[in-house]
């Protein structure tokens, strides 16, 4: 049984009040059908605050793009990382997305103090960390973060539809519509779909 001066050391080395460089974690793509799922992390500059973050989903697509450029610039550092459809296939796209943000925060210049992370569930750091349900309408890093990660992947799937332009994928960026369900059935899947995903996995059967 632990004494009860070491529970309280615990408790004080585990405070979220830890000082010092803070990172947001966040991720866009756990829903579709196809592509990559994409993370990032972001530590932001205090000293140079970037105006208008938000939640990516509340932004329009050009707001998101400027905003993407000039996080890029301001932050003190950010890391953007994905796992692939084969991780996807092979762990499930939950495994997968927190596999993504590790990769993320591991590939940040700096090391972090304290990581916050969107939603419910944390991905396996050696790093204090915290998630914060929508996360990404309440703190700046983590907005960043899902500006970053959306843009990115929204860039993923534009460029993948030059070379499979029967699927749309720019239009709907992996999501399962209508036209890309319609798509799937008269093409059949290609190589960037996520087998494991019921949709996808009733046209090759």
């Known amino acids: 049984m632990r004494s009860r001066t070491f529970l309280k050391a615990e408790q004080t080395a585990l405070s979220?009040?830890?000082?010092?460089?803070?990172?947001?974690?966040?991720?866009?793509?756990?829903?579709?059908?196809?592509?990559?799922?994409?993370?990032?992390?972001?530590?932001?500059?205090?000293?140079?605050?970037?105006?208008?973050?938000?939640?990516?989903?509340?932004?329009?697509?050009?707001?998101r793009e400027r905003l993407y450029d000039e996080i890029r610039a301001k932050a003190l550092c950010c890391s953007i990382s994905l796992a692939t459809v084969e991780e996807i296939d092979a762990m499930n796209i939950l495994q997968a997305t927190m596999l993504a943000m590790k990769r993320a925060v591991e590939g940040l210049r700096l090391k972090p103090n304290k990581v916050l992370v969107d939603g419910n569930r944390l991905p396996t750091l050696e790093i204090l960390a915290e998630a914060i349900v929508k996360g990404d309408a309440l703190v700046p890093a983590i907005s960043a973060a899902s500006i970053l990660a959306k843009v990115y992947r929204d860039r993923w799937c534009a460029e993948y539809h030059l070379e499979y332009p029967q699927y749309g994928f720019a239009g709907h960026k992996g999501y399962g519509t209508v036209a890309h369900l319609a798509a799937l059935r008269e093409h059949g899947a290609c190589p960037q779909h996520r087998r494991s995903f019921a949709p996808v996995a009733a046209v090759l059967r």
């Open 16 to 63: 979220w009040d830890t000082p010092g460089l803070i990172a947001g974690v966040d991720e866009a793509g756990r829903g579709p059908l196809a592509g990559p799922v994409v993370a990032a992390a972001v530590i932001l500059d205090e000293l140079n605050p970037i105006k208008g973050l938000a939640d990516s989903k509340k932004l329009s697509a050009l707001q």
